[in-house]
């Protein structure tokens, strides 16, 4: 079972959060029929996204990332909520030809780099949503495509939070093997030089290295903290679960406008919707998105 475990360091100077996410990104890898390396991707950016989305502490809390590149993959979306539900899918580019298919796997020993599948120019949108009344946005460019790097930019730059993640997924021939992330953030009056300390333990692949053995989210704290002592904050499970369904089919249609739902009535007596995180389908029958066109006027008139 997947868990997400928060605490602080014993001096209580820095938040830390790690994950394990093994069986959430196999369950949406599965889903879409990714390659290995498209998991890869995935999973770092899912994983990434559980982190985030535990600044309020609170169930309602809902965080999305929006990574878009250059690459063979355009961008990975994750849609992370503070019950610990998450789901995201990849945006494959409509320009194959240029983009062929990239192995980002070099083997057991070394950090795969997802580079050569995402690309090394892009930008971070992150929306955060706490219940309040706006959301926030804030955004960010990449300074690797390796996804963990580009989020601990975006903290430390665009939400002047001082922060150190590290996000892996390690994947064979079988699926996900391993699957989890850390984040540290500094809270007030803390000494730079301590998330600076992190930031090296992260270094050179630590994390992915460390994941060639069963590791507890308790471990990975401990591994972010030098072995120093931490006080345990809180815990939730974590799954994959995806919010669609006939409302969100329907809201997808409706962003058709009037005009194009009549046309896609007439041309076919039943309409499918897909969803793209969890392949779940949805169908329309000609006469639905007729009644669904009528009731986009009706609101407009």
């Not at 999973?43 to 929006?66: N, P």
């Not at 780099?113 to 120019?121: I, N, R």
Request: hydrophobic content about 40%; aromatic content about 4%.
């Amino acid at each position: 079972m997947d868990e997400l475990l928060r605490a602080v360091d014993r001096d209580q100077t820095v938040r830390v959060v790690a994950v394990r996410t093994t069986d959430t990104v196999q369950e949406a890898a599965r889903r879409q029929g990714l390659t290995p390396s498209e998991t890869v991707a995935l999973g770092r950016a899912m994983t990434a996204g559980c982190l985030l989305a535990t600044l309020a502490k609170s169930d309602r809390e809902r965080v999305r990332l929006r990574f878009q590149g250059r690459g063979r993959v355009d961008g990975v979306l994750v849609d992370a909520r503070g019950d610990g539900t998450v789901r995201a899918c990849l945006k494959p580019t409509l320009d194959d030809e240029n983009h062929p298919l990239a192995a980002v796997i070099p083997g057991p020993h070394r950090r795969p780099s997802l580079a050569p599948l995402l690309g090394t120019q892009g930008y971070l949108v992150v929306t955060r949503d706490l219940g309040l009344a706006q959301p926030y946005e804030g955004s960010s460019d990449w300074v690797s495509g390796e996804v963990d790097e580009d989020v601990e930019a975006y903290l430390n730059n665009s939400e002047q939070l001082p922060s150190a993640m590290t996000c892996e997924t390690i994947v064979d021939a079988g699926g996900v093997v391993r699957s989890a992330g850390v984040l540290c953030q500094g809270l007030p009056d803390l000494d730079p030089q301590r998330i600076q300390a992190v930031r090296d333990t992260f270094a050179d692949g630590a994390l992915y290295q460390l994941l060639h053995q069963a590791r507890e989210p308790a471990d990975l704290v401990g591994f972010a903290l030098g072995g120093d002592a931490f006080l345990p904050m809180g815990h939730h499970r974590v799954r994959f679960a995806c919010s669609c369904g006939p409302a969100a089919a329907r809201r997808v249609l409706a962003s058709l406008g009037a005009a194009d739902l009549d046309a896609l009535a007439a041309e076919r007596p039943e309409t499918t919707v897909s969803c793209s995180f969890c392949g779940a389908t949805e169908t329309l029958s000609a006469d639905a998105v007729r009644a669904l066109a009528g009731e986009l006027r009706a609101e407009r008139s």
